[in-house]
């Protein structure tokens, strides 16, 4: 079987940016649940979507932003799609998917958690996390624990994350650590760039591989000397921004795997939510519905 697990905040943004603007009939905006439906449903009409689970992002921010004021907080969301984060979670949970709603950790921790705990499992042939995000290509194992761009058709194995990034998964951390990572807001350290990181890192693995000293480095960087001393300057630096986006695998998952498995939707809960907010139950195939009769 395969584990799919879905990072539902991505999910959520990328129907909002992609889906015209509609409203309930009391006036809320629902557009990008709308979009989000129709995701999960052409997800979960694909023949290996067995077992699934979806992350989100419940509140803003997470222990990281405790740790380092400069973290992602969640302001540059659209306050129209921040107001329609509760009504994803019910939505996806509507479909019967299993939901994490993460409020101390972020729904990355969750993801790289399930990818963690069943990667390995003698039941499991592969877990596909469905994600373009950076930060989970550090969870990728050969062909046991993949990435899927579901908008590009992309699977990123370890080949794949090396093609993309010039490092192997398990240097993902290091290289967010040096070059920076825009999207969760980390600075990084000041002359490493992607390129700079990715040359090195292909070498050394991690930061405290590389020689502080840029004449032992086996490979040749332009303004290397420059580069050496920024690193030897910012070196906890460093250290500590890898820190922030190295994922957590110890989130509390109640569900077992069993408990993944998508039984159909839940016909009640989807029929209240279109009651509610307009959508149509016609999106719903007959025989998709949990109880059929």
């Not at 592969?126 to 908008?151: A, E, F, H, N, Y």
């Not at 490493?192 to 020689?211: C, F, M, N, R, V």
């Not at 190295?246 to 009651?275: I, K, P, S, Y």
Request: aromatic share 8%; proline share 5%.
């Amino acid at each position: 079987m395969k584990i799919h697990l879905i990072d539902g905040t991505y999910e959520l943004y990328r129907a909002h940016f992609s889906t015209p603007p509609s409203q309930s009939p009391d006036g809320r905006p629902v557009a990008a649940v709308k979009g989000l439906i129709r995701s999960m449903l052409t997800l979960l009409r694909q023949d290996d979507v067995t077992h699934v689970a979806c992350a989100f992002d419940h509140v803003a921010e997470s222990f990281r932003n405790d740790l380092f004021d400069g973290y992602k907080d969640g302001r540059e969301t659209p306050p129209d799609l921040w107001e329609q984060f509760g009504l994803a979670e019910q939505a996806v949970a509507a479909l019967g998917i299993v939901v994490w709603p993460m409020v101390e950790f972020e729904a990355d921790d969750a993801i790289a958690t399930a990818a963690a705990r069943w990667g390995a499992h003698p039941q499991v042939d592969q877990v596909v996390i469905c994600s373009p995000d950076k930060d989970l290509t550090q969870m990728v194992q050969g062909q046991q624990v993949v990435c899927l761009d579901r908008r590009q058709a992309i699977v990123y194995d370890d080949a794949g994350v090396m093609r993309k990034f010039g490092v192997e998964p398990a240097s993902i951390p290091d290289y967010l650590g040096l070059m920076g990572d825009s999207v969760d807001r980390i600075p990084g350290i000041p002359r490493w760039g992607a390129k700079t990181a990715s040359q090195l890192l292909a070498t050394y693995s991690h930061i405290e591989d590389i020689p502080l000293n840029s004449m032992m480095w086996t490979v040749k960087i332009r303004g290397a000397s420059a580069v050496a001393a920024s690193l030897k300057e910012n070196f906890e630096k460093a250290l500590f921004y890898r820190e922030l986006a190295t994922l957590r695998t110890d989130v509390v998952l109640a569900e077992t795997l069993e408990q993944l498995t998508w039984m159909g939707v839940h016909r009640g809960r989807f029929d209240a939510l279109c009651n509610e907010y307009g959508f149509s139950s016609d999106m719903i195939r007959a025989h998709e519905w949990k109880d059929r009769t």
